[in-house]
Nanobody
Framework: QVQLVEFGGGLVQAGGSLRLSCAAS????????VGWFRQAPGKEREFVAA????????GYPDSVKGRFTISRDNAKNTCYLQMDKLKPEDTAVYYC????????????????WGQGTQVTVSS
């Protein structure tokens, strides 16, 4: 089992930045790829970013590419999502998730999820 807790959400103006953290406990964190997803009211949960076990590979959808950066510190059992140039459409609950094996953009491939943290971007 891997337990995940997200931190760092909040209210920010458009154009601003936030850094989310995902703290892991339980099994060896470096054995798991990590993904970030988000869900806005009335919408499906969508992929935001993912990172491999070592941190050497990352992936993003076009909607956030160039604005969001995922990273991880396996010594601290923590994954980060740096969000810059935020837009009102980035408003959502953000979740981190973990899976053994290769990182993925498919939410159904992740076994472990955090409880989510709210990000609100005002215009």
């Amino acid at each position: 089992q891997v337990q995940l807790v997200e931190f760092g959400g909040g209210l920010v103006q458009a154009g601003g930045s936030l850094r989310l953290s995902c703290a892991a406990s339980g099994r060896t964190f470096s054995n798991y790829a990590v993904g970030w997803f988000r869900q806005a009211p009335g919408k499906e949960r969508e992929f935001v970013a993912a990172i491999s076990q070592s941190g050497g590979s990352t992936g993003y959808p076009d909607s956030v590419k160039g604005r969001f950066t995922i990273s991880r510190d396996n010594a601290k059992n923590t994954c980060y999502l740096q969000m810059d140039k935020l837009k009102p459409e980035d408003t959502a609950v953000y979740y981190c998730a973990a899976r053994a094996g290769r990182y993925s953009s498919a939410r159904y491939e992740y076994n472990y999820w955090g409880q989510g943290t709210q990000v609100t971007v005002s215009s």
